[in-house]
């Protein structure tokens, strides 16, 4: 039964990512298309008002710094910028292990190293979302492997 409440869970929480991407996403849709009306919009009126002074390019440049702001934030939380913090983050996580690992070395010598190394299973860790760092994929006694667990 507590398994089944441990799986529920985690499908709850991927569930819960997936629902938050996709309402970014059409956050980001409604931008974009309110982005062109409008500008479509003051651009007609502008054309049709006698010309003049380009007034509606104000509105294009500044609302399009705003729109480029909104997508890079898409596409570091949910594209390719996400994918590669995640493996910077991985990197720089394995070179403060390996940085421990040769300072301990250095204290304790090395074969004393090799057998706790031994008797210790490496954590496989990463950065949550609210980031903390998280175990997972760890295998408990019974073979079943537990995901996502508080480090």
Do not use: C
Request: cysteine-free.
């Amino acid at each position: 039964m507590e398994k089944r409440k441990n799986e529920s869970q985690f499908e709850l929480e991927i569930r819960r990512r997936v629902e938050a991407k996709y309402d970014e996403r059409n956050a980001l849709l409604i931008h974009l298309i309110s982005y062109a009306g409008v500008n479509i919009l003051v651009w007609m009126i502008w054309l049709f008002a006698a010309g003049g002074f380009p007034w509606p390019l104000f509105v294009t440049l500044f609302w399009g710094i705003g729109l480029a702001g909104h997508l890079l934030d898409y596409y570091n939380k949910h594209g390719g910028g996400a994918q590669r913090r995640e493996e910077r983050i991985q990197e720089e996580v394995q070179r403060h292990l390996e940085r421990l690992e040769e300072r301990e070395r250095e204290i304790y010598g090395d074969d004393e190293m090799d057998d706790a190394l031994d008797d210790v299973e490496r954590r496989h860790l990463r950065l949550s979302d609210d980031g903390e760092l998280v175990q997972f994929d760890i295998v408990d006694e019974d073979g079943d492997i537990e995901r996502d667990r508080r480090a």
